[in-house]
């Protein structure tokens, strides 16, 4: 059973960076579409973007020029990283990944969700 | 981006009645729609994927249809476990996009 877990530091300061990763366990990284998806408290869902392979991302063109996402596939693990960050931030950031089958944007995977707070 | 917007935004109804919830996409987008449920604090389960696809382990009194700009939602018989907040997803374009979620509650 694929399984992931986002690990980072909760708490972010204003213009910083804010970092995370996701772990993957129960099978490999490789040959899948990985996603980050946020939501604020209380709010709605947001796809940040995704990742497949070392060359392949796609963002969302309201955050693009901030994110930027990585795979490591010797640790089977992928990253985040949004830059200057603000408090609309502020959010439980997730990583995802579709389902077999070629549906790949139908997120079947989830992680228990990293809550990342921006503040000085 | 497409637009997804959910209706109603909040629902009240008593176990065992037939309940359902809305999905308009700004553009047609075939039948590339999700739904999710999530309960508070754990991330969403997917129900339904391609618009009228029951994903394998979920009870089948959820159901989806619809295509194009239109898709709904149905829970044929209410169960307390049911009580969360639902969200639509379109996949048709990039960037994906959500709807606003219809928080469900009972009477």
């Known amino acids: 059973q694929v399984q992931l877990h986002e690990s980072g530091p909760g708490l972010v300061k204003p213009s910083e960076t804010l970092s995370l990763t996701c772990i993957v366990s129960g099978g490999s990284i490789s040959g899948y579409y990985w996603n980050w998806i946020r939501q604020p408290a209380g709010k709605g869902l947001e796809w940040i973007g995704r990742?497949?392979?070392?060359?392949?991302?796609k963002y969302n063109p309201s955050l693009k020029s901030r994110v930027t996402m990585s795979e490591d596939t010797s640790k089977n693990q992928f990253s985040l990283k949004l830059t200057s960050v603000t408090a609309a931030d502020t959010a439980v950031y997730y990583c995802?990944?579709?389902?077999?089958?070629?549906?790949?944007?139908?997120?079947?995977?989830w992680g228990q969700g990293a809550p990342v707070s921006v503040s000085s | 981006d497409i637009q997804m917007t959910q209706s109603p935004s909040s629902l009240s109804a008593s176990v065992g009645d037939r309940v359902t919830i809305t999905c308009q996409a700004s553009q047609d987008i075939n039948s590339y729609l999700n739904w999710y449920q999530q309960k508070p604090g754990k991330a969403p389960k997917l129900l339904i994927y391609d618009a009228s696809s029951l994903k394998r382990g979920v009870p089948s009194r959820f159901s989806g249809s619809g295509s194009g700009t239109d898709f709904t939602l149905t829970i044929s018989s209410l169960q307390p476990e049911d009580i969360a907040t639902f969200y639509c997803q379109q996949y048709s374009n990039l960037p994906y996009t959500f709807g606003q979620g219809t928080k469900l509650e009972i009477k």
């Open positions: 995802a990944r579709g389902m077999e089958d070629g549906y790949n944007s139908s997120f079947e995977y």
């Open positions: 990742i497949y392979g070392t060359g392949s991302t």
